[in-house]
């Protein structure tokens, strides 16, 4: 079966119509609380810093923060948005809807966390809003080992 | 507390932030695990076939992705951290959730993130999956008998195919389609495409041969409308007369309106050494014979001129050959050194590389192929290297 891939990003569809989409990339997972898994929308995740007029980054989740940097990627990405007509849409009258797959945005760049968080109390507090997956916050090495 | 202008809600808010701003990573309203929204990696080059809607995805067995020139598989990968993705503004309607204008984010700069990505596709260019096509069109291929019988027979639609059909059965690029059937000599008749009986294709070149001697052309330079006007007479369709000037001549441009065509040495002697030789193997000496008298006197054959297509072996003092033609044989490289190796356990260099010179495998080259498919020995550096099956 063949798939349009369809692109309505303008008239004379020049390649800075298309509009860019932005990636936040972060290792681990992030994980609300159990009493906000059915309430995720709107729900805050963290807040992203550009502390000076470099590409550093930082992103404060709940008690911690991690640095990062605006990286272009390598190669670009679209983000494709897939469409089903109903048959009815074209006045067909058989076969089964047709599938399509529509252009609706460019990635160039992801800010990119790519280190371990730091702390930003000494001591992880069980109520923050948000935390990262305890994998990432158990690995960091300790040094205060005896 | 300041409350932003709705605009800096967005994607655009976060890749443009100004030095010492700050802004709300939050999740969208709409969040969720959007199982349509596909990440798609590719390559600058491809870009403008993407935005000028020149490419199609094709899912038969896995999924690909061809442009005008090229297929490319479609790959999944996956990926362990977490990847939010955040539209721009206005882009994800963000108005089917009509609360949304009481919700607690006016004081900053939000970037609502839409999904968390698991992953995403990648392309890597492969070769076209060409091998159905002879399939399906050797289904009912064009025969004399077909064009005998006046009447349209409803029930030779069986088995036939045109561009759509095809497109819709083969997982390879408009061009790569289109140079398939050409090097499967087909042709389009009423709208379909056709392969043409070797018999049948063989009484039209002797008639051209037969006609070119009688009229006293010349074989460099066949007038196209006479050709043509003198098959149709014969009895000939002339889409098959055309035909036949395409698949064993090239257009002479001459400057002049009248449409030349220079029949072509090798395909024309390989024609006849394939009809020679479909009753079985012969010794090369009366081969050589047999194939001197039937060409045209201008076309002296040549040996080399047969590579890929005739098989040697030495039995005792005597050279025997016999058919065996490349292009008989599958294009996924596993599939054609299999057959190779029953054909023969051990080849020599100079025998097996017109079996496997047409072979291609984007990213590999002939090479990384035999490393990958054969087993190479040789005893010592003077001696020939021999390949056999890994």
Known sequence: MEIRVRCNCGEDKEEGRCKEWAIVELQGVVEPQPGFHDSLPNLQIGTLCRPSSQEVYTLTIGYHELTGSKVPLKKPMMVLKKVKHSPLDRGESSGCGEIELQVVGIIRHRILFKNRPKALISKPQPTSKERQKSIMLGSVPSNQAL | MESQETSSIGAEALLHMSPGSAVSVAYHPLFGPHDDLIVLELDDKLLPDVL???????????????????TFAMKFVGTSNSVLLIPPANQYVFDQNPQNGANNHKEKVVAPVIKVVPGNMELVEVAPRLDKLKLLLSQNPCRLEEFDSSEVNPETRAGLYNWKDLKNNIQASDEELRSGLQALSAVEINSYWRLVDERYMNMILEMVLRNAVLNDWSLSALNEDEVVSMLVTDGFPAELARHCLHVYGEKVIDGTDTCAWKLDKKRVCIHFAREILRGGKMKLESF???????????????????????????IGVETWVRGFSVSSLPSTPAERFSILFKERP??????????????NVPGLTSEGLLLKYTRRTQPSPEIEPIFSAR
């Open chain 2, 52 to 70: 000028h809607e020149r490419c199609v995805l094709n899912s038969q067995l896995f999924v690909v992705l061809c442009t005008q020139s090229k």
């Open chain 2, 346 to 359: 051990k080849w020599e260099w100079k025998d097996l590389q017109p079996y496997i010179r047409d072979l």
């Open chain 2, 288 to 314: 050589m014979d047999e194939w001197r008298q039937r060409t045209p006197d201008e076309m002296q054959p040549t040996f080399d001129l047969v590579e890929g297509e005739v098989l040697t072996e030495r």
